[in-house]
Structures are given as structure tokens and as C-alpha cells.
């Protein structure tokens, strides 16, 4: 009986695994493909697509780099686009680590009277949909003027209350007298907090990086309503714009798109898990 269950538990793990990664090693494929029979066979699934089945092609017909070459060096408002989500993404992940560790390290280590009720309200602002805070954001970043600027997205970016979520909840298992040892030694509050905290928090620093980068990176409805030159829209924006002008090449254009959250993952994700799982830390 237990061997049975360990085996439907393994064919649903993999029936699982294969629905989450069959779409992506489609569009994988289909980037290697000439850009003039991507194009026919985008026409052949729009012409039978009222028919109800759609006709799944798991092959490269004539193998070809060109969607890239199109990509890369033809289309170079893609990489403008690449760049502006590098940036936005790398900004919005520095400085929101930087202030959320602050808070979470002042609200975790130190006895402070009201420091439950801060924790509570970035718990309440954590489970806020984005559609309530971005009114509050856009008129204070319209009174500042930075409206239509980069700096509008950075700032609407950098004050989420994730990081001070889940540092809070690493952080709250160290013991007060590593700190006080630092102190004793000639160190300061801000030393014990980068020679010593934050060293012992690397996985949950991780865990929060990847989320804020992944977060950052496949942005949509900001950009949209702080930004109205389009040569300062991040790509995920772009990419689903229809007057991006892509084409046949957008197969490729989606595979780039991915590989930075996907290299993050792969490089970090044995502390992203333990990041994670902060409740098991004692």
C-alpha cells in the first residue's frame, strides 16, 4: 500500500513537472526555428483555432539562429529594452534589501515597544493588492514630478514590505547575545549588523533576492501607469505590447527574456529553498 502511494505521489510529481515545463521547451524550440515557417505556422494555428484543436509541432522543421540575429543585432530596441529591465530590476533588488534588512534587523533584535505593530502592518501591506497602493504612489510621485522617469518606478519598488517579512522571520531566531558580544568587543549596532547579522541571514538575503528580482523583472501594470515614453519601458512591458514590433522573432525574444531569473535560480537555489524554509531554523 505505501509503495503504491509512493508511486502515484512520483506520477503526479512528474505529470506536475511536465505541465510547468512543456510551454517553455516549446518556445524553446520554436526560437531555433527560420522565422519564415514560424510565421506559417503561427498563421495555420490562428486559422484553426475556431476549430477547437490547435496542431502542436514538437520539432525544428529547418533549423536557424536568425530569430536571435533579429533579436540581437537588428532590432536594437530590444537590447535598450534588455537593459532598462536589468536596471530597474538590479535598483528595486539593492535598495529594498538595504532598507528592508535595516527594518527587519531593528524590529527583530531589539526590544523596541511598538516594534509587533511595525511587523504587523508590513504583513497587512504584503497582502494588499498591487491595484490599492499604486493610486497613493502615483500622486505622491506625480507631486515629486518624477513621473515618466526611471526614478518613479525604482521608488515605487524599493519600500515593499517582503524583505522586512522574511528577514524579520530569520532574524527573530538569532540570539541577542551575538550582538551584545560585538558590543562588547568595540563594535557598534551597524557592525554587529554587517559582520555578524547579516552573514547568518544569507540564505533568507537569497530567498528575498530572487523573489524581489523575479518580481522586478516580469513587471507589468507599473511601468503602465508611471511611465509613457516607451523607450523607458522595461521589457516585460515591451513584450507584451502589440505594437512592439517583433514578429516571427518573438520566440526568441521570450527564451532571452527568461535566462536572467532562470540563472538566479540555478545559482542560488539551494539557499533560495533553506531561505525559504525559516521556520525550521532554531
Not at 524590529?107 to 497613493?136: D, E, T, W
Not at 504612489?137 to 506625480?142: K, T
Not at 511611465?227 to 516585460?236: F, G, I, V
Request: hydrophobic share 55%.
Amino acid at each position: 500500500m505505501k509503495r503504491c502511494r509512493s508511486c502515484a505521489i512520483a506520477i503526479l510529481q512528474s505529470a506536475i513537472l511536465v505541465a510547468a515545463v512543456f510551454p517553455l521547451a516549446m518556445i524553446s524550440i520554436y526560437s531555433f526555428e527560420l522565422p519564415r515557417n514560424m510565421q506559417g505556422y503561427i498563421q495555420a494555428m490562428e486559422d484553426v483555432r475556431n476549430a477547437g484543436t490547435v496542431p502542436v509541432r514538437i520539432y525544428v522543421q529547418e533549423f536557424s539562429l536568425a530569430q536571435y540575429y533579429h533579436v540581437l543585432i537588428q532590432h536594437t530596441e530590444y537590447i535598450r529594452l534588455y537593459a532598462n529591465s536589468i536596471v530597474y530590476s538590479m535598483a528595486i533588488t539593492a535598495v529594498q534589501l538595504l532598507l528592508g534588512s535595516l527594518v527587519a534587523f531593528s524590529i527583530s533584535c531589539f526590544h523596541l515597544k511598538f516594534r509587533n505593530a511595525v511587523y504587523m502592518l508590513y504583513v497587512v501591506l504584503m497582502l494588499m493588492p498591487f491595484q490599492v497602493l499604486i493610486v497613493p504612489n502615483y500622486f505622491m510621485l506625480r507631486w515629486m514630478r518624477l513621473l515618466n522617469t526611471p526614478y518613479a518606478l525604482i521608488l515605487s519598488g524599493v519600500f515593499g514590505p517582503l524583505t522586512v517579512f522574511l528577514l524579520r522571520q530569520y532574524m527573530v531566531n538569532l540570539p541577542f547575545s551575538l550582538i551584545e558580544a560585538t558590543a562588547i568587543d568595540g563594535g557598534n549596532y551597524l557592525s554587529a549588523y554587517r559582520y555578524v547579522v547579516m552573514p547568518l541571514c544569507k540564505p533568507a538575503i537569497v530567498a528575498a533576492a530572487a523573489l524581489l528580482f523575479a518580481d522586478a523583472w516580469n513587471m507589468v501594470e507599473q511601468p503602465l501607469v508611471l511611465l509613457q515614453d516607451k523607450s523607458l519601458y522595461p521589457l516585460s512591458l515591451a513584450l507584451v505590447d502589440a505594437a512592439f514590433p517583433l514578429g516571427e522573432s518573438q520566440y526568441a525574444a521570450i527564451v532571452l527574456f527568461t535566462i536572467p531569473p532562470l540563472l538566479l535560480y540555478l545559482y542560488h537555489h539551494e539557499d533560495l529553498i533553506l531561505g525559504i524554509q525559516v521556520g525550521d531554523m532554531k
